[in-house]
């Protein structure tokens, strides 16, 4: 396996990852500390901000905006905290596999196969887009192609099982598999065209791509790394706390996204947006706009999306609200921009499944 922290040494354009120290240990991330510290403020402010049962005075009335942005932090707190944790956790155990069995068990990079293995992943996996970013920027350190990620990434943000099941009561299951059926042909679509660009150099290749061993067998060493591996208490801390580390830039955006929309809740009235909703072109890059502007978390899209359709009669909308949210949500194109280094990766996200998600959900508002 190779040593990426003395691949940098060599090559001073390589990319910094959480397995490699920083150089500049004493620079200050601002927006980390900054936006966790609001965000940790709105958090407790909510506990004075409550409606009191007496007269007294109620700074909820008197400072609506401070209100209304701390009841979006905890909102967001209480669907994310989980989709978090779970992806501290898979980042440390990711750390611990070795990069040839991630890559055998997604398939060769550049294939169809291995395309699609990842856009099952993507789908199968029950966490919340934020969560499914840590994994999706872990698989990438450790070896799988550019489009499996992105395959991974756009197939996740709200095909979880979960959300799934709520959804079908909120829309029903003929619109339901059809939303998934959508989702999976464009992550599929997109995780071709990624890879396309990335051999043709379009897109720079990945650092840590490795060929697997000509006698590698995946059941015999996933066998041996059950059976030799260090389950001790101090090793769980280790694992964890390497989990930490390694989500700490996701952590960042969003902490940074939950400040961005207390503001926007507190200051920008959301009811306009509901009476531009309809099935219509105009409609539709309105939803766009709406899903671009609004960081809402799996959790919270998917109620939004039902109302898109059931209320404004627009299913196409609620298709594009779901799959434009992630596809163009900043602190996903941030996170891609840190960890692979690059503006022009972080950009094709947006331009390259943007318009697959508008013409579908054209397709979808004529048929309803």
Known sequence: MSDCCNSKKENKEAVTTSCCPSDDKAKFDWILWVSTSLVLALFIASFFLTSSSDNSTNLSLDLPWLSTMSETAVE???????????????????NRIPREVVISALGPGHTKRGIFRATLAGLLLDLCNHGILMVAMKLYERGASLG???????????????????????????WTLAFILFSMVIAWISGMIFDRLEVKGTLPMNPYK??????????????????????????????????????????????????????????????????????????????????????????????????????AGAPGNGFTFLMAGAATDYTEVMVIKDTMKSWKVALFLPLITVPQVLFIGWVMNIMA
Request: proline share 4%; with cysteine; hydrophobic share 55%.
């Open 76 to 94: 967001m707190i209480h669907a994310m905290w989980w989709g978090v944790l779970f992806g501290i956790v898979a980042v440390g155990w990711l």
């Open 148 to 174: 499996q990620v992105m395959a991974f990434l756009i197939a996740s943000p709200w095909n979880s099982f979960t959300l799934t099941l709520i959804l079908i009561g909120l829309i029903g299951l003929p």
């Open 210 to 311: 490795e060929d697997l061993p000509e006698d590698f067998h995946l059941g015999s060493t996933l066998k041996e790394l059950t059976k030799n591996g260090d389950y001790s208490p101090k090793a769980t801390l280790n694992m964890l706390w390497d989990g930490v580390k390694g989500a700490r830039m996701v952590i960042r955006w969003i902490m940074f996204g939950i400040v961005l929309v207390a503001l926007i809740r507190a200051f920008v009235p959301m009811d306009i947006f509901a009476n531009w909703f309809g099935a219509s072109i105009s409609g539709l890059f309105l939803t766009l706009l709406a899903a671009t502007i609004i960081e809402v978390c799996s959790e919270g899209s998917t109620p939004i999306a039902a109302d898109l359709v059931n209320r």
